[in-house]
């Protein structure tokens, strides 16, 4: 059972930047999409950012493109989110996922294994 470790959550000022980083135990994911999600309270969670098992290909939700940027290192079995130009919207709860690559989509059901989260908190 692959289980997900986020860290570099945090309280931060509007305008700033924090980066959050992702490692399973149990397995490596280098075969894996991984993605990062988040969730404000009252909200459904929603997608924020996922990179390819190569790095090759990257894709972002609307919201957060030019500001975030998403990362791996396969070779140290960890994913990064680098979150610049934080806005008080961003705050939430995110959380590392990953999925075979083999099964499309971007909805968190399509997702197989979740790390347990870390806040972000960004101060207006």
């Known amino acids: 059972q692959v289980q997900l470790v986020e860290s570099g959550g945090g309280l931060v000022q509007a305008g700033g930047s924090l980066r959050l980083s992702c490692a399973p135990s149990g397995r490596t994911f280098s075969d894996y999409v991984m993605g990062w999600f988040r969730q404000a309270p009252g909200t459904e969670r929603e997608f924020v950012a996922a990179?390819?098992?190569?790095?090759?290909?990257?894709i972002y939700a609307s919201s957060v493109k030019g500001r975030f940027t998403i990362s791996r290192d396969n070779a140290k079995n960890t994913g990064y989110l680098q979150m610049n130009s934080l806005k008080p919207e961003d705050t939430a709860v995110y959380y590392c996922a990953a999925r075979s690559s083999s099964r499309p989509g971007y909805e968190p059901s399509k997702f197989d294994y979740w790390g347990q989260g870390t806040q972000v908190t960004v101060s207006s």
């Open positions: 990179i390819n098992w190569s790095s090759s290909s990257t």
